[in-house]
Each structure stands twice: as structure tokens, then as C-alpha cells.
């Protein structure tokens, strides 16, 4: 039994601890420090087409780009004032760890490790994926279950590496790992020939086979051998900013299940749905809560998009990925992605 004073003494510790740490987190916040330089400063990949890639004139494009805009968005009010730093698979988390960048937005997969020991906090998941593979056609192989034996490229640092081996051990087959630091060595590895395979998430490597000389040439294969729930990534011990991430995810998606667009958005402020003007800032919680400006539903979907335009855009059917809403639909239209409500 805890007698009253052992109860006493671990309560006066608790709110102490609790104390401190709110403390801290309101002098140290990573939101303070955005709106004091007056700029976001979001670590994308170092080119992955459809999620964070530079475009010929050097303009970040993607979806995991669009999340940062619409965070610039929500606090700056300016999509624009981000500045990308691009990062390799290896270099992502410690960035995010040691302070230099703000966010990390690259499709990174949500993990019980990188959530809790490795100090960081998922916001959500920005795009539901898994891993698959993908050979060269001549190879004559229709299914990973036909791999046994086989060399794979893959990148190290990756979910996908630990997925591999797993799959391969799972399935009693043999493999030998062809790893690369960057993921255009890999490429060109699979290219070369240095291996029959090649693995990734499944979203990376139609994404991937566009930038092959000749992209007819290989096949995505049809097994996913993994959940890849990909989403922004901040520090632990930050209430304060992991906040404004998460809602920012959220009113991407919320406005998409209220149909609010970045055409219609200047209409929608004369709605009167109640959920439409608590998500604009018209009515409701506004700002005060997140600590950000009243309208920074508005700001988002006005110069980024409701999650819909942005995935269309990004990946889907306006995108060379062309890939389908599926597991990424809303929650009301057979999918998974659901967002908590705005009040
Ligand atoms: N989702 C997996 C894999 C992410 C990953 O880094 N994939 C590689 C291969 S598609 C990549 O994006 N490379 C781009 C780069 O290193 O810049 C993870 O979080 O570990």
C-alpha cells in the first residue's frame, strides 16, 4: 500500500517536474524561434520525386515540400519563407536532433524508436505507404516470393533496410544487401546491374522508375512487405511547436472533408458552417490556443491547398507519379485519413 506521505511526495515531484518542463518548453520553444527569424526551416530529402525534390529552376516541389509551406503558412503567413535543407537518409534524425532544421518533413516513417529513445515526436501521417520492390523485367520475376538468392540495392539508415531483412529471414530466403549512402547511387547501382533488386516504399520507387534512362525497362513488384506511415518529425519536450505541427496536418485534411479549396477559400469565409468558420479562424478556438495568428486555417488552404489538391498535385493523377488515392483517402471515402476536429 502507498501510504499518504509516499503519495504526497510523489505528487510535489510530479508538478515539479511537470513545472519545469513547461517552463522550459515556453522559453525554448521551436515556435518562438520560427516567428523571431521569420523563417521555417524544414529538412527535405535530397531529391525524391513527388515528395521533396527540386524542380529545373530550383523550386522545392512535393508533398512533404507543401506540408512545410503550409506550416510557413499557418505561422509566418508566408508559404514561401522556408528554407529547405536537404538530407540524406543517414543525416535526417540527427538534423532534427541537434537543432538544425525546425521540422523534418521527408518521407519518414513513423516508428515506436524514433517516436520515444530517439528524442522525436511524429505529428501524423502525411501519406500512408508501405515497401515493396521493384527488378528490371528481364529478370523474368513476377513476385518477391520468386527473390530467394537475389542481391538487393537498398539505402542504409532506412526502415527499409531492417524490412529486408526481416522479409528475407521471415520467408526462409537468402539475400545479399547492396547498400548506398545516397539514394542516386542506389539508382544507378540498380541501373548498372550491381544488383536484381531494388527496394524502398512502394510510393519512392514508382517514383524512382520515372528517373531511370529507361523506366519501361523495370517493374514494381506486387508484395508490400511493410507499414510505412510517413509524416513530419519534430524534438520531444516541445508542447508548444509539435502542436502547431499536428494541426497544421490536421487542417489540410479537415479542410478537404469540408470541401474548403484554395479557389473556394475567400467564399467559404461567408459560410455558415460552424466547422467551416472554426477551420478558417472565422469563429472558434482561432489562434489563441496554438499561439499562432487567428487565421491560420485561412493562410494554409489559400496558398497551399486542402490535402486533396496537395496529394492530386504532388502524387496523384496531376503528377507523373500517378498514384491513387487508396489507404490515403479520407476516412469517409474508404481511406485512413482522418483528422481530429477543429473546436
Ligand atoms: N520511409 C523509410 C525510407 C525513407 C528513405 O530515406 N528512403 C530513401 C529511398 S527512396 C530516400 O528517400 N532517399 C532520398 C535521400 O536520401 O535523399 C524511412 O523512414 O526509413
Redesign the pocket.
Known amino acids: 500500500m502507498v501510504n499518504n506521505k509516499t503519495l504526497l511526495a510523489c505528487i510535489i515531484a510530479a508538478s515539479t517536474t511537470m513545472m519545469t518542463s513547461q517552463v522550459n518548453a515556453a522559453e525554448q520553444s521551436t515556435l518562438d524561434s520560427v516567428m523571431k527569424k521569420g523563417e521555417l526551416t524544414c529538412g527535405v ?4 520525386p513527388g515528395f521533396s525534390n527540386p524542380d529545373a529552376k530550383g523550386h522545392w516541389k512535393g508533398i512533404d515540400v507543401a506540408y512545410c509551406q503550409a506550416l510557413a503558412a499557418a505561422v509566418l503567413g508566408d508559404k514561401n519563407k522556408v528554407k529547405y535543407v ?1 538530407l ?2 543517414k543525416e535526417r534524425l540527427t538534423a532534427l536532433q541537434t537543432g538544425e532544421i525546425d521540422v523534418l518533413s521527408r ?3 513513423w516508428t515506436l524508436t524514433r517516436d520515444t529513445s530517439l528524442g522525436l515526436n511524429f505529428a501524423g501521417t502525411l501519406f500512408y505507404d508501405g515497401q515493396g520492390f521493384m527488378v528490371k523485367k528481364s529478370l523474368g520475376v513476377n513476385s518477391a516470393k520468386e527473390l530467394d538468392g537475389a542481391s538487393v540495392c537498398v ?1 542504409s539508415g ?3 533496410e531492417l524490412n529486408l531483412a526481416d522479409y528475407f529471414r521471415k520467408n526462409k530466403m537468402k539475400y545479399q544487401s547492396v547498400v548506398f549512402d ?2 542516386q547511387q542506389m539508382v544507378a547501382g540498380f541501373e548498372s546491374g550491381r544488383c536484381d533488386a531494388m527496394t ?2 512502394q510510393s ?1 520507387l514508382y517514383a ?1 522508375r520515372l528517373t531511370l534512362a529507361k523506366p519501361n525497362s523495370a517493374k514494381v513488384l506486387p508484395e508490400i512487405i511493410s507499414k ?1 506511415p ?1 509524416g513530419p518529425v519534430v524534438r520531444q519536450n516541445d508542447d508548444k511547436w509539435f502542436n502547431v505541427a499536428k494541426w497544421t496536418l490536421f487542417a489540410l485534411i479537415n479542410a478537404e472533408e469540408y470541401g474548403i479549396t484554395s479557389k473556394n477559400v475567400d467564399q467559404m469565409l461567408k459560410s455558415n458552417d460552424p466547422n467551416i468558420q472554426r477551420i478558417l479562424g472565422v469563429d472558434g478556438p482561432k489562434g489563441s490556443g496554438l499561439g499562432i495568428r487567428d487565421d491560420w486555417g485561412y493562410q494554409i488552404i489559400k496558398q497551399v491547398g486542402n490535402y486533396g489538391e496537395v496529394f492530386k498535385q504532388a502524387v496523384g493523377e496531376d503528377s507523373p507519379l500517378k498514384i491513387d488515392r487508396g489507404v490515403n483517402a479520407l476516412w469517409n471515402a474508404g481511406g485512413f485519413m482522418y483528422a481530429p476536429p477543429i473546436r
Open positions: 530529402s535530397t531529391g525524391l536537404p540524406t537518409a518521407n519518414t516513417t539505402q532506412t526502415t527499409t545516397k539514394v524502398t516504399d519512392g524512382l510505412e510517413l
